[in-house]
């Protein structure tokens, strides 16, 4: 996939936008070779300023667009909340299996986000766009949201 441009768009914080496509992500998805194609852009987000353990990088969107040979097109996806909660303190301290049955225990965190789109998972190949956002606010559970 080959990418020219990387717009992202952030409101509400801490999840009040988010909840409704908070980070929007636009990439343009250039058609290569003699006919048309298909690609599935993907977005993946990481949270590197969690104060818990959180995945170092997480699929949050992706879409299956359809490009004309020799043309582009616009690609929107939205992170949803649950993209980017982290289990909260107390939800980590649980043991075991319970605490992936923590929902009510998940929380969204001010903080960065870094946003990766392109054709695959970055740091496997795939070229990537990159953005990173900054949510301010407070803690929030994502259960509030």
């Known amino acids: 996939m080959a990418s020219s441009a990387l717009s992202v768009t952030a409101w509400g914080a801490p999840c009040g ?48 667009v359809g490009v004309p040979a020799g043309g582009s097109t616009r690609v929107s996806l939205s992170v949803p909340a649950e993209a980017r909660a982290v289990l909260s303190a107390a939800g980590a301290a649980m043991a075991g299996d319970a605490n992936y049955q923590a929902g009510g225990e998940m929380e969204l965190q001010p903080g960065r986000i870094a946003l990766h ?29």
């Not at 636009?26 to 993946?44: F, I, P, T």
């Not at 795939?126 to 509030?144: I, Q, Y």
């Open 17 to 64: 936008g988010v909840r409704v496509g908070g980070a929007v992500a636009g990439a343009d998805a250039a058609g290569g070779g003699g006919g048309d194609a298909e690609e599935v852009v993907q977005l993946y987000v990481a949270t590197p300023d969690a104060t818990v353990p959180a995945p170092q990088l997480r699929p949050a969107a992706l879409a299956r």
């Open 117 to 145: 789109v392109g054709g695959g998972e970055p740091g496997f190949g795939a070229p990537t766009l990159e953005a990173t956002v900054r949510v301010v606010g407070s803690t929030t559970k994502l259960a509030a949201c």
